[in-house]
């Protein structure tokens, strides 16, 4: 066990939340680069391991309410080990050029499907117009883009 996972396991001791136990609010850990994660980068961490498949939880609902009612946030403060661990993470960063690259790729890089299911049909990446009448994201869009013109 690294002292990343100790460190997590030991502020979990009162939240009622185990590591790959038996509750349904319990994590179910399948990436153990996971521990460092969190300590490094805290609840953005805890989000993004999520979304990337490194943690499930088949009740995410009580997770974060057992995690929100336990104060974990003040016994993080409060815990000098977790306090050095964050700052060194921060003198001594990992990132790189090459890693940037990796990063850009692994999450802008997913081609137009997405996109097109969540943009309207000239596929803008910017927020829409909504004042005067528009009421689809289409209208929204075109709204904006005639606002842009006319103070251009």
Known sequence: MTKEERIVRDLLKNTDISINGSQPWDVQVHNDQLYKRI???GSL???ETY???WWDCERIDLLIEKILR???ENAIRHNWKI???IIGSKLFNMQSISRAFQVGEEHYDVGNDLYRLMLDERMIYT???FQGGAKTLEEAQY???DMVCKKI
């Open 45 to 47: 961490a805890f989000g």
């Open 83 to 85: 306090l050095l661990k």
């Open 143 to 145: 709204a904006k883009l």
């Open 39 to 41: 300590i490094c980068d």
């Open 70 to 72: 336990s104060g974990l």
């Open 51 to 53: 979304m990337d498949g």
């Open 127 to 129: 927020c829409g117009y």
